[in-house]
């Protein structure tokens, strides 16, 4: 079944925790993205990969990192959580990074940083 | 730059009404593309449908459908006799071709509740 998975699904932890929540396709899709979404906000992409090795930012970038060493998954790593990273997080990704494309996203993950 | 309003923040209804969830986009490029997708309360994203800015039918998926004018700007969604099964928060997007990183531009969002 062509899905993009997410793990973990719910995480409590606290400020200053280093913490990764993982993404991975099965599509052997080129592009990968990494959306929060907050109330009143919609989804906002803090950051985005074409390929493997290719990453840049998106809208909201500050205090998270990326890596594509594989093309199946895409990572994001909060090297030190504050509150206002508490949000849901939301992996998508498409065929090419043409727009036509349609983005396939993942469950999704809760997080809570107190 | 763009931006997509979904103005109605939440919306209640008794199942069997109609109801249609508005959202108004804006941007600078002739070519675009716009997305409706469901969020059921168990969190997932659902994709509904994608209209290029050169499609101006209207489209209908049973009881879904969709109004494209780009003289006003909109793409509103009704869906007729409403069930339990569709409360949801309700998201429009817009993508441009442009746009580096294939960059969904998401509205706030409209929480839908249908009473039974």
């Known amino acids: 079944e062509a899905q993009v998975t997410q793990n973990p699904r719910y995480l409590i932890t606290v400020t200053g925790k280093k913490l990764t929540v993982t993404c991975s396709q099965n599509?052997?899709?080129?592009?990968m993205s990494w959306y929060r979404q907050d109330p009143g906000l919609g989804l906002r992409q803090i950051y985005y990969?074409?390929?493997?090795?290719?990453?840049d930012k998106g809208d909201v970038p500050e205090g998270y990192k990326v890596s594509r060493k594989e093309k199946r998954n895409f990572p994001l790593i909060l090297e030190s959580p504050s509150p206002n990273q508490t949000s849901l997080y939301f992996c998508a990704s498409t065929a090419t990074g043409v727009s036509t494309d349609t983005q396939y996203f993942g469950p999704g993950t809760r997080l809570t940083v107190l | 730059a763009q931006k997509v309003t979904q103005a109605q923040t939440e919306i209640s209804v008794v199942e069997k009404e109609d109801v249609t969830l508005d959202c108004v986009y804006e941007t600078r490029d002739t070519t675009y593309y716009l997305f409706w997708y469901k969020q059921p309360p168990s969190g997932e994203l659902v994709f509904l449908i994608r209209?290029?800015?050169?499609?101006?039918q209207n489209e209908i998926s049973g009881r879904y459908s969709w109004n494209f004018q780009k003289s006003t700007s909109s793409f509103n969604f009704t869906i007729t006799a409403s069930q339990v099964v569709d409360s949801a928060v309700y998201f429009c997007a817009l993508s441009e071709p442009y746009n580096a990183g294939n960059m969904l531009t998401f509205g706030g969002g409209t929480r839908l509740m249908v009473k039974p």
């Open positions: 599509m052997n899709h080129e592009y």
């Open positions: 990969s074409m390929n493997v090795e290719v990453t």
């Open positions: 209209r290029n800015s050169f499609d101006e």
